[in-house]
């Protein structure tokens, strides 16, 4: 049984601002205490997703009602993005688990359906394959909605539903980047085809799929990948953007709740000091 102390129940406020997520069973193997499943639309239609791609692109604020962006009319006067005459066909629609955990680590996601992995998607970076668990039949890695880096949490409304918020914005992003992908060569990043507004991508191009490891073995090295534009900045990536960007006494990057001192600094400030980077592990 968890404590009061440990662990506050968050359906209420949750179930408030995002009425279409349930109760879900918890995934086996992972230590959250709560699990909840729903549905989340970023635009519902495409000139809301253009507008709010001009607001993402120069990391300006949005709001959200219910998982959706609502089209933000001051964008009209910024100027667009060069592609954004290819983000058509925007009203995707995401199925999502949220796991619910002790204080204080935070809440994690998941894209249930479609799948967002780098099965998928090759060249996707935002994804935190650390935190895949096993569901449905099938690996399923955790979303990188979060940075302490970047994003501090309030205390009102709960961590969750800020979580989802975060949630609407990343696959928000991840819809222009779905829309606007264009063919590149790996090395010399020429971009070898950009398909017209609309277009389907079929990305045939080889990958290792963790699923069918008996074939993994038999694909050849990914030379080629669909990239497309991410929205904005992003969170400093890696031992020394996080180490460079992130106190001691600041909560860490990973969303243990930890301040990272506690948590990852040790360990990231080895790996640099081993890579000649001349940083103490002290």
């Not at 998941?110 to 935002?126: I, M, T």
């Not at 800020?162 to 606007?180: C, E, F, M, N």
Request: proline share 9%; net charge neutral; with cysteine.
């Amino acid at each position: 049984m968890v404590s009061t102390a440990t662990w506050i129940s968050t359906a209420p406020d949750l179930q408030y601002f995002y009425p279409d997520f349930t109760p879900a069973e918890v995934p086996s193997g992972t230590s959250a205490r709560r699990a909840w499943i729903g549905r989340i639309q970023p635009f519902t239609d495409d000139a809301s997703a253009r507008l709010a791609w001009r607001r993402m692109q120069r990391d300006l604020a949005i709001s959200i009602d219910r998982g959706t962006i609502l089209p933000p009319q001051s964008a009209r006067k910024l100027d667009p993005h060069p592609l954004e005459s290819l983000a058509v066909n925007t009203e995707m629609s995401f199925e999502v688990l949220l796991l619910e955990f002790d204080n204080p680590q935070h809440p994690w996601v998941y894209c249930v359906a479609p799948e967002v992995s780098r099965d998928v998607f090759p060249a996707l970076l935002h994804i935190r394959e650390d935190r895949s668990i096993w569901f449905r039949g099938r690996y399923i890695p955790g979303l990188c909605v979060y940075s302490a880096s970047i994003f501090k949490f309030e205390s009102w409304p709960s961590k969750s539903v800020q979580v989802l918020d975060q949630t609407a914005t990343y696959l928000g992003k991840l819809v222009i980047w779905l829309r606007t992908r264009r063919l590149f060569h790996l090395n010399s990043g020429v971009v070898l085809y950009t398909p017209a507004p609309g277009e389907q991508v079929r990305d045939t191009e080889p990958r290792i799929n963790r699923n069918f490891p008996g074939i993994a073995k038999q694909l050849l090295p990914i030379t080629r990948a669909w990239r497309g534009v991410w929205p904005g900045g992003v969170a400093p990536f890696g031992p020394a953007g996080h180490f460079q960007t992130i106190a001691p006494q600041e909560e860490c990057w990973c969303g243990s709740g930890e301040t990272y001192g506690n948590c990852h600094r040790r360990q990231e400030a080895s790996v640099l000091g081993n890579t000649g980077d001349g940083t103490s592990p002290n």
